[in-house]
């Protein structure tokens, strides 16, 4: 379904809006002149004018009920089921803000906010089409920029380095699957992001590969074979999804899917992380991070709640 109504906007060169679900199963797909008013957005922003921090306290997973999913990982990677796995979790997340607000004063690359059913705030794109090229922009690896040498550490972790490495790699055999001449055009290269209050640096790397005139019209088909994104999944991608089922104790939903916005040429798109979600009435930030066989519980389970934060320009 989602297939065919992108490839028909494509052909037609349609400008729309798409917001998909992490396992496909949910969607909003819409023209642009047609989008509800409870629906907004904005991509490739550029910062709004400065508001003061809002206050908030979040109640993450239990360390017990975390420490267990985690055990199952690293039991799954000795196994050769998966290299790498991205594990998350729902932190109760409570406010005196309603989501509209929170969208409004946020600042971040992409922004979405749904029907007072959930907003994000993502650093990461997903993939961009432009000129017959198309890019991605894996990013693993986080660390506070007050840290004394900041740079230098996380660039030099050799845990960071598995994980972005096999990210990498996992993402430049996906755009294999749409593109040719696929290469990495920038390896390990920092970004600088706001996390509330803080500042922190991301490692990122830049993948492009060549598409054919006329990719308009498989739009939904390429959207849809790369889907779910890599680097909110794992490798092998099949049977990580797989498993991040059968271990995580709750439905991801439209968190670490996708959403973006095709003009009728190109496509710009952003991974749905850094994500507040309404659920009766009650509001979840669902958030987490890459395990590999060299992870450590407790940081893991740190970084997961580091991940808490509603960027304030």
């Given at each position: 379904?989602?297939?065919?109504?992108?490839?028909?906007?494509g052909?037609?060169?349609?400008?729309?809006?798409?917001?998909?679900?992490?396992?496909?199963?949910?969607?909003?797909?819409?023209?642009?002149?047609?989008?509800?008013?409870?629906?907004?957005?904005e991509?490739e922003?550029?910062?709004?004018?400065h508001?003061?921090?809002?206050?908030?306290?979040f109640?993450?997973?239990?360390y017990?009920e975390?420490?267990?999913?985690?055990?199952?990982?690293?039991?799954?990677?000795?196994?050769?089921?998966?290299?790498?796995?991205?594990?998350?979790?729902?932190?109760?997340?409570?406010?005196?803000?309603?989501?509209?607000?929170i969208y409004?004063?946020?600042?971040?690359?992409?922004?979405?906010?749904?029907?007072?059913?959930?907003?994000?705030?993502?650093?990461?794109?997903?993939v961009?089409?432009?000129?017959?090229?198309?890019?991605?922009?894996?990013?693993?690896?986080?660390?506070?920029?007050?840290?004394?040498?900041?740079?230098q550490?996380?660039?030099?972790?050799?845990?960071?380095?598995?994980?972005?490495?096999?990210?990498?790699?996992?993402?430049?055999?996906?755009?294999?699957?749409?593109?040719?001449?696929?290469?990495?055009e920038?390896?390990?290269?920092?970004?600088?992001?706001?996390a509330?209050e803080?500042?922190?640096?991301?490692?990122?790397s830049?993948?492009?590969g060549?598409?054919?005139d006329?990719?308009?019209k498989?739009?939904?088909?390429?959207?849809?074979?790369?889907?779910?994104?890599?680097?909110?999944?794992?490798?092998?991608?099949?049977?990580?999804?797989r498993l991040?089922?059968?271990?995580?104790?709750?439905?991801?939903?439209?968190?670490?899917?996708?959403?973006?916005?095709?003009?009728?040429?190109?496509l710009?798109?952003?991974?749905?992380?850094?994500?507040?979600?309404?659920k009766?009435?009650?509001?979840?930030y669902?958030?987490?991070?890459?395990?590999?066989?060299?992870?450590?519980?407790?940081?893991?389970y740190?970084?997961?709640?580091e991940?808490?934060?509603v960027?304030?320009?």
């Amino acid at each position: 379904m989602i297939e065919t109504i992108l490839n028909d906007y494509g052909k037609k060169k349609t400008p729309c809006l798409f917001i998909i679900s992490f396992d496909k199963s949910d969607f909003y797909i819409k023209p642009l002149n047609e989008i509800d008013s409870d629906v907004l957005f904005e991509i490739e922003k550029s910062p709004s004018s400065h508001h003061k921090p809002i206050s908030y306290s979040f109640t993450p997973p239990s360390y017990k009920e975390y420490k267990k999913a985690f055990d199952q990982v690293i039991e799954n990677i000795k196994k050769g089921n998966t290299y790498l796995f991205n594990l998350t979790f729902p932190s109760k997340f409570e406010t005196t803000q309603d989501l509209k607000t929170i969208y409004q004063i946020s600042d971040a690359k992409f922004k979405l906010y749904f029907k007072d059913k959930f907003i994000c705030f993502s650093p990461e794109r997903f993939v961009n089409i432009k000129d017959n090229k198309i890019y991605t922009y894996p990013m693993k690896g986080t660390i506070d920029a007050k840290i004394k040498d900041a740079k230098q550490k996380i660039l030099s972790n050799q845990k960071e380095m598995a994980e972005h490495v096999m990210v990498v790699d996992l993402l430049r055999n996906d755009l294999n699957m749409v593109s040719k001449k696929v290469k990495v055009e920038k390896f390990r290269y920092i970004d600088k992001i706001k996390a509330g209050e803080r500042e922190l640096l991301q490692v990122s790397s830049k993948i492009s590969g060549e598409l054919e005139d006329g990719w308009q019209k498989r739009l939904g088909s390429i959207i849809s074979t790369l889907l779910p994104a890599g680097s909110i999944t794992g490798t092998p991608k099949k049977e990580t999804t797989r498993l991040i089922k059968e271990i995580e104790s709750y439905d991801r939903g439209f968190f670490s899917g996708v959403f973006g916005v095709f003009d009728g040429e190109s496509l710009d798109s952003a991974v749905m992380i850094r994500f507040i979600e309404k659920k009766d009435n009650k509001l979840y930030y669902k958030s987490g991070g890459g395990i590999t066989i060299d992870s450590d519980v407790k940081s893991e389970y740190n970084e997961l709640q580091e991940k808490v934060y509603v960027p304030i320009f």
